[in-house]
């Protein structure tokens, strides 16, 4: 099954799809059905439930049993997952079997899906929604609030941010950032690569905390900066290298030695794995460099997107959808249709 394919499936299921996500509700269960890999003949997909409480080792047995090898079964904490590896011409029938054994096993052993809001911890969510790992149930009214709260962060760091008070205080944290490594090369007489990592992440976090304007600039200046860095790092040593040396304190004198073309060449070669230890800082922290208050909106709108009503389209008022997952209760056979929107 190829990825659009993929998409019909699930929308024929009733399922929300979102590239190679789709986010549905099995009888008030939220779950998300992940395409992970598919060729012309076989699919593999990886259909997800967020359960109150966790499974113990015995119902894992029983589950995994009861599956009788239709899916394996991947069990953390309260998050259960089925993988279903099929032909595609079996893939339908498949999903079917798996999704009702785990449907008619939660019910059997009386477990709910969670139901406590990821956002604000209370309780009688009215949507299901990705968020923090799972689809799960949620207040809409937590996730506008949330998305309103990033989008005047975002709109508040594009008023105010500054690159010139971020260029100050990514120096800043770059000198913060150093001192480590200066002090154990000085001290210790010896090179923990692994301090270089820190150098990007004080960088980054100057660059933040004097407000400096978080988007893609800010990105290229933590890097910039970092390796500009890594040659102040050397000269820092080099001066205290001689004053230790020889009781001469001489930056100015030093500076002239290292700016030497023939000097530089020779510390830029040595500079080899402390270089790969920079760029594995920079990776090491990418995850929170390139998280500017932009792509936190956008990331919000994406959860947004992702959002279903939790109760039926018919649904009675003051009903909790979570009622319903009580022992013996029936399967049904077709899934709630989504509320677009
Ligand atoms: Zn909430």
């Not at 259909?47 to 047995?61: E, G, I, R, V």
């Not at 893939?91 to 477990?111: C, H, P, R, Y």
């Not at 510390?267 to 995850?287: A, D, N, Q, R």
Request: with cysteine.
């Amino acid at each position: 099954m190829k990825i659009q394919a993929f998409q019909t499936f699930a929308g024929q299921k009733g399922f929300l799809t979102s590239g190679k996500m789709a986010f549905g509700i099995l009888d008030q269960y939220p779950v998300s059905l992940e395409y992970t890999n598919g060729n012309g003949k076989r699919s593999v997909l990886i259909l997800q439930f967020m359960l109150k409480a966790p499974l113990d080792k015995m119902q894992q047995k029983e589950l995994r049993e009861s599956l009788a090898k239709t899916a394996g079964l991947y069990v953390n904490q309260g998050t259960i997952r089925f993988q279903i590896t099929a032909r595609d011409s079996d893939v339908d029938d498949q999903f079917e079997s798996v999704k009702n054994t785990a449907l008619a096993f939660f019910k059997q052993n009386g477990l709910a899906p969670i139901s406590q809001c990821p956002i604000c911890h209370g309780e009688n969510c009215d949507t299901a929604a990705f968020y923090a790992g799972g689809y799960r149930a949620v207040h809409s009214q937590c996730l506008h609030t949330a998305m309103e709260q990033v989008s005047d962060a975002a709109a508040r760091n594009q008023q105010n941010g500054s690159y010139l008070l971020g260029l100050i205080g990514g120096l800043l944290g770059g000198f913060v950032g150093i001192i480590p490594s200066v002090l154990t090369i000085l001290f210790m007489e010896r090179i923990y690569s692994l301090l270089y990592a820190l150098i990007p992440l004080c960088i980054y976090w100057g660059y933040k905390l004097c407000k400096g304007k978080l988007n893609k600039a800010a990105i290229a200046m933590v890097i910039v900066l970092s390796i500009v860095f890594l040659f102040v790092l050397e000269y820092v040593v080099l001066v205290f290298g001689v004053y230790q040396e020889y009781g001469i304190f001489s930056p100015v004198e030093c500076f002239q030695l290292f700016i030497q073309p023939d000097i530089l060449a020779e510390i830029v070669k040595e500079m080899g794995t402390s270089f790969i230890f920079l760029i594995l800082g920079i990776l090491i922290s990418w995850g929170q460099i390139t998280k500017t208050p932009q792509t936190t909106v956008m990331n919000m709108q994406s959860i947004l997107q992702t959002s279903q009503s939790l109760t039926p389209a018919a649904g009675q008022p003051g009903w909790n959808p979570f009622d319903s997952a009580t022992p013996d209760a029936p399967v049904k056979d077709d899934p709630n249709p989504p509320i677009e929107g």
